[in-house]
């Protein structure tokens, strides 16, 4: 990981700026992204107590439109998007016929037969794959958008009066998860009340030719305010404290929104089948029972830091398993998320550890999230 070019990688609009900042670079889902342009402390707690500014230009941006637009979303999702307002957004994942999860996503309604599905950077193929499968025998239209949009994030406390000087957009009639059409330093944006720290802020979509320029401008506006630039590797500790699950660790084919502690996304009321309906009513079934292992917190009494895949053990047995682990700027601990057999999940429960290279180091099982702001 270093700041040099890797020439078979694929490059955001802000690429030679992030370098200009000597930003260390690092692959992700196959883009070239800044992983940290300083301290990744530094980077964590300006988010978390002033501003910080992420590029995002890596997530999948696909639109769905068409008169059976939000019938065909339905199907091939778990939520009910036929029910997301124009100007509203909502979290959802899209599953396979036996449950797994594929993606989770963000869905914009833009307008009545217009929606934006946001995919994860190493599942837009997929997810994107998956939508135009499934809308054979809909009047609707799935358009890659990838290279349409650029995609900057301005997250933290100040985050708002930051975004207010640059534009007369209603910030304060924003609702959380919810976008509107803008003006941000003069360049046409779909502003959006949403992002993946734990704190207020915003994600701004814009074509890619303006993003210099929104980036330039909101460096300058957020100066006073202790804004910085914010690379991938605070951004997965902000979001491990807030408790959001990652694709790849939390979430994945193997495991079901059920087993992932996120059932209250599928929404089985809704007008019609949907993709994976009657293996999620059974799993949702086998959750109500008794779920085999269940998502938790687990905080270090030590300082030796858990990693994704090390065990989690109570009185000599393997009770689970780490998908995430850092150490928190927050907490001033190592901290994780494990999936642990349901017997060892409530939170307080004692005797647990994590093998950690053959020693048993001591965790606390918690409640997550870990962190959560003060409204």
Not at 169 to 176: H, R, S, V
Not at 248 to 262: I, M, Y
Not at 302 to 323: D, L
């Amino acid at each position: 990981m270093s700041s040099t070019a890797t020439p078979d990688k694929r490059r955001t609009a802000l690429d030679a700026l992030h370098r200009s900042l000597g930003a260390t670079m690092t692959d992700f889902a196959g883009w070239d992204m800044p992983l940290r342009y300083g301290s990744e402390r530094d980077e964590h707690l300006a988010v978390r107590t002033k501003a910080g500014l992420f590029d995002l230009s890596h997530m999948g941006e696909i639109t769905v439109t068409g008169p059976e637009a939000s019938a065909l979303l339905n199907y091939a999702l778990v939520g009910n998007i036929a029910s997301v307002g124009v100007g509203r957004a909502r979290y959802t994942m899209i599953c396979r016929a036996d449950g797994g999860i594929l993606d989770d996503l963000i869905v914009y309604r833009l307008a009545e037969t217009e929606f934006m599905v946001v995919a994860n950077a190493s599942n837009a193929q997929i997810v994107l794959d998956s939508l135009v499968e499934r809308a054979e025998g809909f009047d609707a239209v799935v358009r890659d958008d990838r290279d349409a949009y650029a995609l900057l994030a301005v997250q933290g406390p100040e985050s708002p009066a930051i975004l207010a000087s640059l534009t007369d957009a209603d910030l304060d009639g924003l609702k959380y998860y919810a976008g509107l059409p803008g003006t941000v330093a003069g360049v046409p944006a779909l502003i959006a009340r949403t992002g993946y720290t734990g704190e207020d802020g915003f994600e701004l979509f814009v074509a890619p030719g303006d993003a210099e320029k929104l980036w330039e401008a909101l460096t300058e506006a957020g100066a006073p305010a202790g804004l910085i630039p914010c690379g991938l590797s605070c951004r997965d500790t902000l979001r491990l404290e807030a408790g959001m699950p990652l694709y790849g660790h939390e979430l994945s084919t193997d495991l079901t929104p059920f087993d992932a502690g996120l059932g209250r996304v599928v929404k089985f009321e809704k007008e019609g089948d949907f993709v994976g309906r009657t293996a999620l009513e059974a799993a949702a079934e086998r959750a109500a029972s008794r779920p085999p292992r269940v998502l938790v917190g687990l905080v270090a009494e030590g300082r030796r830091v858990p990693r994704a895949g090390y065990p989690v053990v109570a009185e000599g047995q393997v009770i689970g398993e780490v998908t995430s682990g850092a150490p928190s700027p927050t907490l001033g601990r190592p901290i994780a998320m494990a999936y642990v057999d349901a017997a060892h999940s409530a939170p307080g429960t004692a005797g647990v550890g994590v093998d950690i290279r053959g020693s048993h180091e001591p965790y606390e099982v918690v409640a997550l999230p870990f962190y959560k702001r003060q409204k």
